[in-house]
């Protein structure tokens, strides 16, 4: 059951990026909505680093990623959610 929910959390999180990638250009990706999608799907700690890791370091919007991956135990991308 762990391992359906994760797969299906890889193939939306794959899905995701492959459609942001249809978008105008690098301004339709990475953005927090994105990432909160991803967390909300289930995505795992390895995944949501990934893609907070392709903002600029000074954004806000890292700094908002940071709080949400603690909330779910995601202190590294080697860590393993606590809230699934």
Do not use: H
Not at 11 to 17: E, F, N, P, Q, S
Not at 30 to 54: K, M, P, Q, V, W
Not at 60 to 76: P, T
């Amino acid at each position: 059951m762990m391992v359906t929910r994760v797969r299906s959390a890889s193939i939306c999180l794959l899905a995701a990026v492959a459609l942001s990638a249809c978008g105008s250009g690098p301004a339709d990706t990475g953005t927090y909505e994105g990432f909160n999608d991803a967390l909300e799907s289930g995505a795992t700690c390895a995944e949501l680093f990934e893609i907070r890791n392709e903002w600029d370091p000074k954004s806000s919007k890292v700094v908002q990623a940071n709080e949400a991956l603690r909330e779910i135990g995601c202190y590294s991308s080697s860590s393993t959610r606590t809230d699934t």
